[in-house]
Each structure stands twice: as C-alpha cells, then as structure tokens.
C-alpha cells in the first residue's frame, strides 16, 4: 500500500515570495491534515479535511495560508507571502475509516524562507 | 482545551539500559493517546496507541505505554534500547486532530 506521498522535499524562498505544497494521501482515506513543524517543536495541526471539506482551520494563519481539497483527494497548501517564521516543515497526514484516529504521516515538505 | 507536555527534551542513555519517556496530557474526555517516532529528515512513525481496554499497550519495536488516568500520563518504556531507537519520540492526544507535545530526543551512548 503506497503511503502519503508530499512534494516538493525542499523548498528554499526568499520572504515575500509564495510557495505551494501537494500532498497525495493514502488510497481512500477521507480525512486529510496539514501540521507545521518548526525546528525543536512538536507539529501544529494546521487543517483538516473530511473529503473536500474544512472541518477545522481554527489555527491556520488565513491572511497568507490557503489550502483546498477540490476533489476530496489530493491536497494543496500555499503561502503566499512568505515571513521568515514561516520556515518549518509541512506535514501531510490521512486516516480512513473508523475511529482509532491514528495518523499515517508523509515525509514532508521542508522550508527555508530566507 | 486539549494540550500534551514532554517534560524532557533531551535524554541520553546507554545502549542496553531501560528508558521511560514522559508524557503528561490534558483532555475533557476518555483520550485517544499516540506514541510517534521520528527519525531525522523522516516523517513520524506510529509505535502505539491507547483509546481503550486494558491500559498497558504494546507497541512494536518492544515499545510499551501506560496510561494512568490518575495521573493523566502515558509514559513510553522500553526495557533495554539499542542504538537504531535514538530519534525524536513525540506523545499525541486525540481522537481527531491530534495535539502532540513538543518532543523529547533520544540519544544513545554506546
């Protein structure tokens, strides 16, 4: 079973710019999340997706991140303009059906605003 | 709100030796816990879970957790480390949306 797939791996801006993210989960997974990772920090949930809908945004930085699931399967995450802060790694997770709630994680997306 | 502390950052053992990680949560109802491991420039692997039954949980890699709803911890234990477990270990509450703690690196002395 293919696992939760995220591009790019790294991606260096300068701030100001924008940078986009994809993230392709697992095989028939509805719910889909998008957490930031900053350096010597635990991941915060950024987004979730049950299909293509939001149910919670509540902690997403909305002036400059934006994220859509159009089809309920793959997913973008964008920023646009980047801040120095912003630097972290994007963390893609799904999880199917059921209610054990655990996460399969993909490798990540890692920014560096310069 | 639900919140998970870590209250180490870094801890070093030698290889052999047993480890108890430590996790702390805050949640207003039964709570789903998560033990995950991170491996540098990977992403975070499952070693357990707890959301019910018996509150001694066995995870792979010889991993093991308790859940003490007393003490509102689960603390991560493994009898004897071998040096492929240095990583980052991060406690997890849910069910959905998870909030993990801040981490807790692991490094091992030969």
């Known amino acids: 079973e293919a696992g939760v797939a995220q591009s790019p791996r790294y991606k260096i801006i300068e701030k100001r710019q924008s940078v986009a993210f994809w993230c392709n989960p697992i095989s028939g997974h509805a719910t889909l999340y998008w957490y930031q990772q900053i350096l010597g920090q635990g991941p915060k949930l950024l987004i979730q997706f049950q299909n293509n809908g939001v149910v919670d945004d509540s902690q997403l930085p909305k002036d400059r991140f934006s994220a859509e699931r159009l089809k309920g399967v793959d997913s973008t995450l964008k920023i646009q303009p980047a801040k120095l802060e912003d630097s972290a790694v994007y963390l893609c997770a799904s999880t199917g059906g059921g209610h054990t709630g655990e996460l399969f994680f993909g490798e990540g997306s890692r920014l560096t605003v310069l | 709100a639900q919140s998970v502390t870590q209250p180490d950052i870094h801890i070093t053992v030698s290889e052999g030796a047993s480890l108890e990680l430590r996790c702390n949560y805050s949640y207003g109802a039964t709570p789903y816990l998560f033990w995950y491991v991170q491996s540098p420039g990977q992403g975070l692997q499952l070693l357990l879970k707890y959301f019910s039954g018996d509150t001694l949980v066995q995870g792979i890699k010889g991993f093991e957790a308790e859940f003490k709803r007393s003490q509102s911890s689960f603390n991560l234990r493994k009898p004897s480390v071998h040096w492929s477990d240095a990583a980052e270990y991060f406690c997890?509450?849910?069910?959905?949306?998870?909030?993990f703690g801040q981490g807790t690196r692991l490094t091992i002395n030969p």
């Open positions: 997890a509450v849910g069910p959905s949306g998870l909030v």
